[in-house]
């Protein structure tokens, strides 16, 4: 039978385990770090997106060995399903992301006009970009010939739909949330757009178009902003492609023009974008939208086995939820079940044979718990777990759901 957790002990101050860190103290709501991104492990994108692409490239060799028409369009739309496939087995199911968080429609009100200002100033900056990366290597878009030429309806997929939906949802999205764990927000921002563009044959234009789209995700707490930038820039790009043909392109003898053009575009571009990266970069522990979505509907479970608790002899399963923390025998058997509104500080204490975690209750009293043979992977991981959802717990936004429910 489940009840509340039977106390260690009711002691005095002085008789608590030394700590092995900063002394005890009430727990802050923080951002957490052991949500679901916790347990995305990004390099897996790598490996998938070149797998994928070896494959797909194989098909298509041997579809063209076999006389069937492949285009270089029907190839760019392939070389997303990787992509989209990391997305929903590795992200969604198994990392348990609700994707949905990050794409809820916001409500920005007049906060629009900044978007679109945003989006004017990012073209006039990417097109400065461009044109400097063509008087300088112009070889970087030798990859481009033809795209955007072929069949329309596979142009506008592979390059006006996809993109902007899979590249804002793996960049800004999964990988500036995972950073952010892993790191911290602002190193987040930076590395998810020299990622994005590295990718592309533009990386000065496109990494700053990733630095400002992730910095608008951060400010508006949704992906669509950023979506709507990217799909109007490309779509801008698909039909100048069109119109343009082939047979364009920067002349030896007009790179002083294209000098002046690009002093010109960045005057009228750059001093927004210092603005708004200044206005609207994050400070240390700022929150993302997707921490601030798990702070309000409750982080996700997260087991620890074999762990030894001071209420019993034999090691036990610990399971950290939203809510409370739940200890079982190994077959599962309720032992006890500890709300986490009573913890007041979570904190390491170290023992003879290694580190354990004290749980200090409101009322005083103490409980332990320790990792097998003193495992500090294993304990960082269950003291932040803890250290999480305990802030979480006493959250008001928590606490009123808790109460909705109830």
């Known amino acids: 039978m489940t009840m509340d957790v039977t106390p260690a002990g009711q002691v005095t101050p002085g008789a608590l385990p030394a700590a092995g860190g900063p002394q005890p103290?009430?727990?802050?709501?923080?951002?957490?770090?052991?949500?679901a991104f916790?347990?995305?492990?990004?390099?897996?994108?790598v490996v998938w997106a070149l797998v994928g692409a070896l494959l797909i490239m194989g098909l298509t060799q041997a579809?063209?060995?076999?006389?069937?028409?492949?285009?270089?369009?029907?190839?760019?739309?392939?070389?997303?399903?990787?992509?989209?496939?990391?997305?929903?087995?590795?992200?969604?199911?198994?990392?348990?992301?609700?994707?949905?968080?990050?794409?809820?429609?916001?409500?920005?009100?007049?906060?629009?006009?900044?978007?679109?200002?945003?989006?004017?100033?990012?073209?006039?900056?990417?097109?400065?970009?461009?044109?400097?990366?063509?008087?300088?290597?112009?070889?970087?878009?030798?990859?481009l010939e033809g795209v955007g030429e072929g069949?329309?309806?596979?142009?506008?997929?592979?390059?006006?739909?996809?993109?902007?939906?899979?590249?804002?949802?793996?960049?800004?999205?999964?990988?500036?949330?995972?950073?952010?764990?892993?790191?911290?927000?602002?190193?987040?921002?930076?590395?998810?757009?020299?990622?994005?563009?590295i990718l592309h044959a533009d990386p000065v234009g496109a990494g700053m178009f990733g630095l400002i789209t992730g910095l608008l995700y951060l400010r508006t707490g949704s992906l669509w902003p950023g979506i709507i930038i990217h799909?109007?820039?490309?779509?801008?790009?698909?039909?100048?492609?069109?119109?343009a043909g082939p047979d364009t392109g920067t002349d030896a003898l007009e790179v002083s023009e294209a000098l002046v053009s690009v002093g010109i575009l960045l005057l009228l571009s750059l001093p927004f974008l210092a603005w708004f990266i200044r206005a609207n970069w994050p400070a240390r522990g700022t929150p993302t939208p997707y921490q601030l979505h798990e702070m309000q509907v409750g982080l996700p479970p997260r087991s620890f086995d074999s762990v030894a608790w001071s209420g019993v002899h034999a090691t036990v399963r610990v399971q950290v939820t939203s809510t409370h923390v739940e200890v079982s025998d190994e077959v599962g058997s309720p032992i006890?079940?500890?709300?986490?509104?009573?913890?007041?500080?979570?904190?390491?204490?170290?023992?003879?044979?290694?580190?354990?975690?004290?749980l200090l209750l409101n009322d005083g009293s103490w409980t332990t718990l320790r990792a097998p043979w003193g495992d500090p992977k294993m304990t960082d991981a269950l003291s932040a777990s803890l250290t999480?959802?305990?802030?979480?717990?006493?959250?008001?936004a928590l606490a009123a759901r808790g109460a909705a429910g109830a």
């Open 63 to 143: 579809a063209v060995a076999l006389g069937l028409p492949v285009s270089d369009e029907l190839t760019g739309v392939l070389l997303y399903l990787p992509v989209i496939a990391w997305v929903w087995f590795m992200v969604v199911r198994r990392g348990g992301v609700n994707l949905g968080a990050m794409l809820r429609w916001p409500r920005l009100g007049s906060y629009w006009f900044v978007v679109a200002g945003l989006l004017v100033v990012q073209f006039l900056f990417s097109l400065a970009a461009i044109t400097v990366t063509t008087l300088v290597a112009p070889w970087m878009f030798d990859s």
């Open 388 to 396: 999480d959802r305990v802030a979480c717990a006493g959250s008001p």
């Open 38 to 45: 916790s347990t995305v492990r990004t390099r897996w994108l």
């Open 151 to 197: 069949n329309l309806a596979l142009a506008a997929l592979g390059l006006v739909v996809l993109p902007p939906l899979v590249e804002e949802v793996v960049f800004r999205g999964v990988l500036l949330e995972r950073f952010t764990v892993k790191w911290r927000v602002g190193a987040a921002v930076v590395l998810s757009a020299v990622f994005f563009g």
């Open 25 to 35: 103290t009430t727990v802050g709501p923080a951002p957490p770090r052991t949500g």
């Open 231 to 243: 799909f109007v820039n490309n779509l801008v790009a698909l039909v100048a492609t069109r119109l």
């Open 336 to 358: 006890a079940r500890l709300p986490l509104d009573r913890v007041r500080a979570v904190y390491p204490a170290n023992v003879p044979g290694g580190t354990e975690i004290v």
